[in-house]
């Protein structure tokens, strides 16, 4: 299981995993937050906008494959949600809608009645920044009093957020699994967490950087201390950091060239220079450094190596950021389906 925002990027880099391989996997898609140019909240118009370029960018991925679908950071009016995101799919869609025991009680209705009218369930997400285990359990318990949903018709969803204090991460992941996990007979209990950082700031240029990939070690002791392994599933961020869809920056940004790729225990982060001024000039030299290494795994691999060694080769133009992101997520989504057997 993969979570990854609604961006178009991100989008693209799930459609470019072979179908073997997509088929076998489900994805917590998440609406970014809209950024607008100013702190004032967004318009109507913009919201409305907002939600339905979402739904179209959505709409390839949810009609054939199990995802779920969060709008936790466009939730002001549920009813704007339902209307325009939902309603964008019709009845032929295999997304389950996403709600929490700390969100309004009109988001908890209009998912529960989103989850009864598609007949794809529910998906319950828990996330660590929320409460103590013990006080979610409490609220659980509350929000299933209200459902028509049934426990079995739904999904936890453990989510740990960024692994950047992993021993408290590992403690609150093990008890919400014994304890949320044995609460229920829920259809499916998944822990997601990413290691991915935040910023690059730090990394050396030019270079190949080796950043741990955690979020395996943390699933299997998390499944060991719980009592819960045969049924915890497992899921990440792939290569963006957990807070992505929540970004919200109205100054000017600076965007560094940079090449993305994951091994069985690494993230490799090959990072350039400023956009604005070094342009895609730069990413053919960047690309070389991963692709010339040994732990790239060739361009047969998944169509994220083929981009990166045609790239690195003359054979295809260097495009923007956002096409890069797109290839770290093709060749990250496969490299863990593969290497989770």
């Given at each position: ?17 072979a179908a073997e ?78 709600t929490s025991p ?212 003359g054979q295809e ?25």
């Amino acid at each position: 299981m993969a979570a990854l925002p609604v961006k178009r990027g991100d989008v693209r880099g799930f459609c470019d995993v072979a179908a073997e391989v997509g088929e076998q996997m489900a994805v917590l898609w998440t609406v970014p937050v809209l950024r607008t140019p100013t702190d004032t909240r967004p318009s109507t118009r913009e919201r409305i906008k907002h939600l339905t370029q979402a739904a179209n960018r959505l709409r390839a991925v949810s009609s054939s494959r199990r995802c779920w679908i969060d709008t936790q950071h466009v939730e002001d009016e549920p009813e704007m949600v339902g209307s325009t995101l939902w309603s964008a799919f019709g009845l032929f869609t295999t997304a389950a809608p996403v709600t929490s025991p700390f969100r309004t009680p009109r988001q908890q209705a209009l998912a529960d009645e989103l989850a009864q009218s598609t007949g794809n369930g529910l998906g319950l997400r828990i996330e660590r920044a929320h409460a103590p285990t013990a006080v979610a359990v409490e609220q659980i318990e509350q929000l299933l009093t209200r459902l028509k949903t049934e426990p079995e018709e739904t999904d936890v969803l453990l989510d740990v957020g960024a692994l950047d204090q992993p021993q408290q991460a590992l403690a609150w992941a093990a008890q919400a699994a014994s304890l949320v996990g044995a609460l229920r007979p829920w259809r499916t209990l998944v822990l997601l967490s990413g290691a991915f950082p935040a910023s690059l700031q730090g990394l050396e240029r030019d270079i190949i950087n080796p950043l741990s990939r955690r979020e395996l070690e943390l699933w299997q002791k998390v499944g060991e201390h719980s009592g819960m392994s045969e049924r915890l599933v497992f899921g990440d961020y792939s290569i963006v950091h957990p807070g992505k869809p929540a970004q919200h920056t109205t100054g000017p940004v600076t965007i560094l060239g940079r090449v993305l790729y994951s091994t069985a225990e690494d993230y490799l982060v090959v990072k350039g220079r400023n956009m604005a001024v070094y342009g895609t000039a730069q990413m053919p030299t960047l690309v070389s450094r991963l692709t010339s290494d040994p732990r790239f795994r060739g361009r047969g691999f998944s169509e994220g190596e083929q981009y990166l060694a045609n790239c690195a080769t003359g054979q295809e133009t260097a495009g923007p950021p956002e096409r890069f992101i797109r290839a770290g997520h093709t060749q990250h989504l496969t490299q863990t389906l593969r290497q989770l057997g």
